[in-house]
């Protein structure tokens, strides 16, 4: 599960960053934390051989970057086709932040216009979506909420920063539901 019981501070942290941080911080941090998120729900598909799993996922994997992640998640149903357009743009808006310098605000080109190009907080229901930890797992209550939308979401998905922003939130909340798929068992 990608809230892990140990841990609800580092990720009261990590979507406090998101939010709070300078636009290369919010890109990078964000995107990382929704490819953390997409390694947990893929690898929970999977028979769980540890080992296997390790040599898939990480360092040079077949399995290892976000790209073929987001890819592997499409094919196996877990996104629709925007849904998988949307993740690589969250993808590429961190590839821009970590790999150049100059970029470092959501109001620049190229950022700016993957930013705004994101098409989940058109389409996505963001009146209806609250999530809070104890409806999983039996999680404290007070250990970790996600509001969407918050009142500066309202307000903000029309800049490309909150675009991003309540687009990264979107798809944690649908990665940690996920996780509710048990892995599949052998048959023989």
């Not at 140990?6 to 941090?29: N, P």
């Not at 993740?87 to 959501?106: E, G």
């Not at 229901?125 to 996600?146: C, E």
Request: proline share 5%.
């Amino acid at each position: 599960m990608w809230i892990h019981h140990s841990d609800y501070k580092s990720v009261d942290a990590a979507i406090k960053e998101i939010e709070t941080g300078t636009d290369r911080a919010t890109g990078i941090v964000a995107s990382a934390f929704v490819e953390d998120h997409l390694t947990t729900v893929l690898r929970k598909r999977f028979h769980q051989d540890e080992d296997l799993l390790n040599r898939l996922f990480k360092g040079e994997g077949p399995l290892a970057s976000f790209s073929v992640k987001i890819n592997m998640a499409f094919l196996i149903g877990l996104f629709s086709n925007r849904a998988t357009s949307d993740l690589h743009r969250i993808r590429k808006i961190r590839n821009a932040f970590a790999h150049n310098v100059a970029n470092d605000s959501f109001t620049k080109p190229p950022i700016k216009d993957i930013a705004m190009d994101l098409s989940i907080p058109d389409w996505y229901a963001l009146d209806a979506l609250q999530f809070k930890a104890d409806t999983i797992d039996d999680a404290p209550a007070a250990a970790f909420t996600i509001k969407i939308p918050s009142d500066e979401d309202k307000t903000t998905i029309l800049t490309p920063r909150g675009r991003f922003i309540v687009s990264c939130k979107c798809f944690l909340v649908a990665l940690m539901l996920s996780t509710l798929v048990h892995p599949p068992k052998p048959r023989v």
